[in-house]
């Protein structure tokens, strides 16, 4: 049986924008790393060793936001939504996506902790 928070629709909302923010952000960084939209400066250079250390923290901030997004939008089916998958979730965001959707990630979290006490 899932547990229903008094103020979910919140929590849901800010955990979905958080999601969308962090997975915007990895994309846009993906974009920039494979020199995409500019062509005059080469970011990279593709006998470095940066290469793999980028594209594989972007692969998991892509996985990470997705997660959070899937955990929002269809609760309890994937992941189930409760304060302490919200708390795994913002810290990852904050690790390996983006700190402003990890933020708003940890507010949901606060907002569902604060109400279990």
Same mark, same amino acid.
């Given at each position: 049986?899932r547990?229903?928070y008094k103020? @979910?629709?919140?929590?849901?909302?800010l955990?979905i *924008?958080?999601?969308?923010?962090?997975l915007? #952000?990895?994309i846009l960084?993906?974009?920039? #790393?494979?020199?995409?939209?500019?062509v005059?400066y080469?970011y990279?250079?593709?006998?470095g060793g @940066?290469?793999?250390?980028?594209?594989v923290g972007?692969? *998991?901030?892509? +996985?990470?936001a997705a997660?959070?997004?899937?955990c929002? +939008?269809k609760?309890?089916d994937?992941i189930?939504f409760n304060?302490?998958i919200?708390?795994?979730?913002?810290i990852?965001?904050?690790?390996?996506a983006?700190?402003?959707?990890?933020?708003l990630?940890?507010?949901a #979290?606060?907002i569902?902790?604060?109400e279990?006490?």
């Open positions: 049986m547990k229903t103020n @979910e629709g919140i929590m849901k909302a955990t *924008i958080g999601a969308i923010v962090s915007i #952000f990895v960084g993906l974009l920039h #790393f494979f020199n995409v939209y500019s005059t080469p990279w250079n593709p006998f @940066e290469i793999v250390m980028v594209l972007s692969i *998991i901030g892509l +996985v990470i997660l959070t997004l899937m929002a +939008v609760p309890g994937p189930p304060w302490i919200l708390l795994i979730f913002a990852l965001l904050i690790i390996f983006h700190v402003l959707g990890g933020v990630v940890l507010i #979290f606060l569902g902790l604060i279990d006490l």
